[in-house]
């Protein structure tokens, strides 16, 4: 069965899907950088501005095989990835993060380096922006190939709670410890491949922040911060190599308090929050979660 599926349309073939499902009484939505997401048995599936498809649900193989396949792509196999830039097929890297808004978890960095070689197997085994891909399993699973399709050029940075709340305390701000984990992720490319001249990230705050924090070598190369970095191959190769490790790291804690961790600041947080709370007090969050978020005070305020 298909969690979620990434594909590639042309502006003329999504339009012709929009009108398609809609006069099958799809439900219609607006939701950012698309051009519409469409819902319906059991399938939901949303056409983004850059030309990707993401295809999720329990019936998703049945929406591809008899609507997407047949008559949209007019073929039985997935479409072509879509064309690299010279832009991604120059020496390059790519820097996301994983956990930045998540309570509970670690704050994971990845780095990973790509070229004219090793960017077109990414984009090949359908590299993309891990928050286009809901599937857990699908995450591990691209992770794997990420790895070997790219041997001794990526790295990763892993600030477990106790760390991370540790140097929050000295650093006092959260851009500005972003900031020191990616400089420390660069630093560690730069290590494995020297060569490397350029580095690009999601833009999270002054350029100045990395460029402070980056030590002789890294202060050479030239760095880049962009809105939706993520479109680039490096660092969509970058965000999911970051989810992937966050996801572990979030399983072996939630087995090691003996209760489920969910992601995020949201209700469901909460309740677990109180029982981790009710159990072990809240000293508890210093080795689970984020300290500095509100939702410790609130939860914390709730014990005094």
């Given amino acids: 069965m298909v969690d979620s599926m990434v594909y590639t349309l042309t502006r003329e073939q999504a339009e012709h899907l929009r009108e398609l499902l809609t006069a099958r009484g799809w439900e219609m939505a607006a939701i950012p950088y698309a051009l519409f997401k469409a819902s319906g048995d059991r399938v939901s599936v949303a056409a983004y501005e850059s030309g990707k498809l993401v295809?999720?649900?329990?019936?998703?193989?049945?929406?591809?095989?008899?609507?997407?396949?047949?008559e949209i792509l007019h073929t039985s196999g997935t479409l072509q990835a879509p064309e690299l830039s010279p832009e991604e097929l120059s020496l390059h890297g790519g820097i996301d993060e994983s956990g930045k808004g998540d309570f509970f978890?670690?704050?994971?960095?990845?780095?990973?380096?790509?070229?004219?070689?090793?960017?077109?197997?990414?984009?090949?085994?359908?590299?993309?922006?891990?928050?286009?891909?809901?599937?857990?399993?699908?995450?591990?699973?691209?992770?794997?190939?990420?790895?070997?399709?790219?041997?001794?050029?990526?790295?990763?940075?892993?600030?477990?709670?106790?760390?991370?709340n540790r140097l929050y305390d000295s650093i006092g701000n959260l851009n500005r410890l972003l900031a020191w984990g990616h400089a420390r992720t660069i630093e560690n490319l730069l290590e494995l491949v020297p060569g490397c001249p350029r580095m690009l990230s999601d833009k999270f705050g002054d350029e100045s922040l990395i460029r402070r924090a980056l030590m002789e070598r890294g202060r050479r190369i030239t760095l880049d911060q962009r809105v939706r970095?993520?479109?680039?191959?490096?660092?969509?190769?970058?965000?999911?190599?970051?989810?992937?490790?966050?996801?572990?790291?979030?399983?072996?804690?939630?087995?090691?308090?003996?209760?489920?961790?969910?992601?995020?600041?949201?209700?469901?947080?909460?309740?677990?929050?109180?029982?981790?709370?009710?159990?072990?007090?809240?000293?508890?969050?210093?080795?689970?979660?984020?300290?500095?978020?509100?939702?410790?005070?609130?939860?914390?305020?709730?014990?005094?």
Wanted: contains cysteine.
């Fill in 55 to 70: 295809v999720q649900g329990k019936n998703a193989q049945e929406f591809i095989e008899f609507i997407l396949e047949p």
């Fill in 105 to 164: 978890g670690p704050l994971v960095i990845a780095g990973v380096c790509t070229d004219a070689e090793t960017a077109p197997k990414l984009r090949g085994i359908g590299v993309c922006d891990s928050k286009l891909v809901s599937s857990s399993k699908k995450i591990f699973d691209m992770a794997e190939k990420i790895r070997n399709a790219v041997p001794g050029r990526f790295s990763i940075v892993v600030l477990k709670p106790e760390t991370y």
């Fill in 229 to 304: 970095a993520e479109s680039d191959v490096a660092v969509a190769a970058a965000s999911i190599l970051a989810r992937e490790q966050f996801l572990r790291r979030m399983q072996q804690l939630s087995s090691a308090l003996g209760v489920e961790l969910p992601r995020g600041g949201g209700p469901q947080v909460k309740v677990i929050g109180r029982q981790l709370l009710e159990r072990s007090g809240p000293e508890i969050f210093r080795t689970c979660a984020k300290l500095h978020f509100k939702t410790y005070r609130e939860l914390a305020g709730e014990s005094v």
